[in-house]
């Protein structure tokens, strides 16, 4: 049975458990607009940058898969990142309901998403930006293979 909690108390429980969240829905704002912003950059250098070449120079065959890449991996460790206080300040969210409403604690453990699923989530936005990574290589090492040709 769950005991008499005064409503200061559990005005202040629940207003820290929203702040977990809110804190958890800002970092994955964040991430979200920096995989936005590399997808973008990406996607335009890939337009503008290949668009009818026949020979590759040094700016295109190099320079830009480098910023590609580059911006990739930076997004891939600010995934990495943002991940870390997601898990914290979910950690907390969860720790609050289980210490002061422990039924609610109960309830949101039967019917909750299994983490596996935040972390698939990762997963595939660390894979895209992956396989973008990958595809950058491609005119890097056509770039090699034409200048070493010649």
């Known amino acids: ?9 559990l005005d202040f429980v629940r207003t820290y458990y929203e702040h977990q969240y809110d804190r958890i829905q800002n970092n994955v704002a964040h991430r979200l607009a920096i995989s ?15 668009q009818n070449v026949s020979q590759l120079t040094l700016i295109n065959g190099v320079g830009l898969p480098l910023i590609i890449m580059i911006a990739n991996i930076f997004a891939i460790s600010n995934i990495t990142y943002t991940a870390e206080f997601i898990d914290v300040h979910r950690s907390r969210a969860h720790e ?4 002061y409403a422990a039924e609610l604690s109960n309830i949101d453990k039967t019917h909750n998403f299994r983490i596996g699923l935040l972390n698939r989530k990762r997963k595939i936005e660390k894979g895209i930006h ?19 040709l010649k």
């Open 1 to 9: 049975m769950a005991t008499k909690k005064s409503s200061t108390d």
């Open 36 to 50: 936005n912003y590399v997808l973008s950059i990406s996607a335009l250098a890939f337009t503008f940058g290949y």
């Open 130 to 148: 992956q396989l973008l990574i990958i595809v950058a290589l491609i005119p890097f090492g056509i770039f090699l293979y034409q200048t070493i």
């Open 96 to 99: 609050v309901l289980q210490r």
